[in-house]
T-cell receptor, first 113, second 113 residues
Framework: DTAVSQTPKYLVTQMGNDKSIKCEQN?????MYWYKQDSKKFLKIMFS???????INETVPNRFSPKSPDKAHLNLHINSLELGDSAVYFC????????????FGDGTRLSIL | AQSVTQPDIHITVSEGASLELRCNYS??????LFWYVQSPGQGLQLLLK??????LVQGIKGFEAEFKRSQSSFNLRKPSVHWSDAAEYFC???????????FGTGTRLQVFP
């Protein structure tokens, strides 16, 4: 009965590869987010979708491409991975827009060799 | 500019002692304020939120926070800390007219028996 689930939990890959992270929420929320947490625990918003529409698109390299097939799913695809992409990526969801409380997944730890 | 400052990077307390974690914000409109907790290897969990009304808000796990507009602060308190409270704590600010939460850099709480 996990509310926000991300797969995989760990991702170890080499520079230059392409990888995807999947996120699903079963809370019936309309809005989903991707965050990046660096090694110093700093948490930064990357993208947000509301009912499959992109509403937040921060200054992120265009190697990162989110996709929301429906409002319960938000995936993140990363092309040509670089060392600096190593981080923990969190998916979150909220009911509606406008700074609502967010529910977070357990994160995907991405390590680039 | 909108920002959140958590002045204490690391706090150590003894089990049973009282706790106060500081949070100061800068926000151009009426702020929505949140405290989240992150245990190792997990995502963020909402402890409490302030949107309006009573400036002293109660949250889960025995935590409370007080909004002080004059001091631009939203400090988190707990009267008696348990060893299980050891975690990273994040303060965040948003508003009714934004979809984005700005997170502080976090305070790591260590609890000694």
């Amino acid at each position: 009965d996990t509310a926000v689930s991300q797969t995989p939990k760990y991702l170890v890959t080499q520079m230059g590869n392409d990888k995807s992270i999947k996120c699903e929420q079963n809370l019936g929320h309309d809005t989903m987010y991707w965050y990046k947490q660096d090694s110093k625990k700093f948490l930064k918003i990357m993208f947000s979708y509301n009912n499959k529409e992109l509403i937040i698109n921060e200054t992120v390299p265009n190697r990162f491409s989110p996709k929301s097939p429906d409002k319960a799913h938000l995936n993140l695809h990363i092309n040509s991975l670089e060392l600096g992409d190593s981080a923990v990526y969190f998916c979150a969801s909220s009911l509606g827009r406008g700074s609502q409380p967010q529910h977070f997944g357990d994160g995907t730890r991405l390590s680039i060799l | 500019a909108q920002s959140v400052t958590q002045p204490d990077i690391h706090i150590t307390v003894s089990e049973g002692a009282s706790l106060e974690l500081r949070c100061n914000y800068s926000y151009g409109a009426t702020p929505y304020l949140f405290w989240y907790v992150q245990s190792p290897g997990q995502g963020l969990q909402l402890l409490l939120k302030y949107f309006s009304g009573d400036t002293l808000v109660q949250g889960i796990k025995g935590f409370e926070a007080e909004f002080k507009r004059s001091q631009s602060s939203f400090n988190l308190r707990k009267p008696s800390v348990h060893w299980s409270d050891a975690a990273e704590y994040f303060c965040a600010v948003g508003g009714y007219n934004t979809d984005k939460l700005i997170f502080g850099t976090g305070t790591r709480l260590q609890v000694f028996p």
